[in-house]
């Protein structure tokens, strides 16, 4: 199984991809390629824009790495209780290059934050979106208060609970 794993975030330093990182790596015998969606930053999305540049080479490169994959691990960031304006960005342009951006993958949504609502209301947004891009979620998480949770050293979760949580909603990409 090839599993595309990535945080909806620019950030650099982005806790969110800790988790993708850490969750794709439970599936055994996986293929993982985490991704970095700064490889991917394109001029902010408007229909004035596409009709000037057309589409982007990185938004096709992006579909492309999604039908590559068998799976999709995604952890969402919040921004004032939505997407990042990065993601936002990335994801316009990928739909207007195909539609159904998830191409009917396998997902496992997640998300994490720094405090106890774990980034909870931009999860749900994409909870509820993504069968309108073709995404199958089988599995979606929120992981509150990252750094009480995540064992940094370790690069795992050390609140067994979450942790078991986890172990199951990325076996769900198994079935």
Do not use: C
């Not at 050293?153 to 986890?166: R, S, V």
């Amino acid at each position: 199984m090839k599993i595309i794993a990535f945080a909806a975030t620019s950030s650099r330093k982005s806790i969110n991809k800790q988790l993708v990182s850490h969750a794709a790596s439970l599936v055994e015998n996986a293929q993982v390629e985490v991704l970095d969606i700064n490889d991917y930053e394109m001029p902010l999305f408007s229909e004035d824009r596409e009709a000037e540049l057309g589409k982007p080479q990185l938004a096709k490169d992006f579909i492309e790495k999604i039908a590559s994959a068998d799976a999709l691990v995604i952890g969402f960031a919040e921004h004032n209780g939505s997407y990042t304006a990065a993601f936002k960005n990335l994801f316009d342009w990928s739909s207007r290059t195909l539609q159904k951006v998830y191409q009917n993958k396998p997902l496992v949504l997640l998300s994490t934050s720094p405090g106890p609502g774990g980034a909870a209301t931009v999860l749900a947004a994409a909870v509820n979106s993504a069968p309108f891009f073709d995404g199958d979620v089988k599995a979606h998480l929120s992981v509150p208060s990252f750094f009480d949770n995540f064992d940094m050293e370790k690069g795992q979760l050390k609140n067994t609970e979450y942790a078991d949580k986890l172990s199951s909603a990325m076996a769900m990409l198994s079935k």
